[in-house]
């Protein structure tokens, strides 16, 4: 998986500047910019990275800490892709 690399414009672009831009302004230029299939195809190639990466969330010991966010602090990450 180290040697693996994925080419993503979408994910290039959240990855630079999620932190650093209001995430509204984010989701409206990203939505703006893109087509719904681009958009869809980062979030696809995210999960599936996501996936193969081990240890699982389940398996590491901060999986109890991350139990103990409110939930109005996490991230929803089963969002239908028009949510995107």
């Known amino acids: 998986m180290a040697n693996d ?3 993503s414009e ?10 650093k831009t209001p995430t509204g302004e984010i989701i ?15 979030k696809e190639t995210l999960f599936n990275v996501v996936r193969g990466v081990t240890p699982k969330i389940d398996d590491c010991r901060d999986a109890d800490y991350a139990k103990t966010v409110p939930v109005s602090k996490r991230v929803e990450f089963n969002a239908p892709p028009d949510t995107i």
Do not use: H, R, S
């Open 5 to 7: 690399c994925v080419i």
């Open 10 to 19: 979408v994910l290039c672009f959240c990855y630079n500047y999620y932190g």
């Open 28 to 42: 409206d230029a990203l939505v703006g910019f893109y087509e719904d299939k681009e958009i869809e195809l980062a």
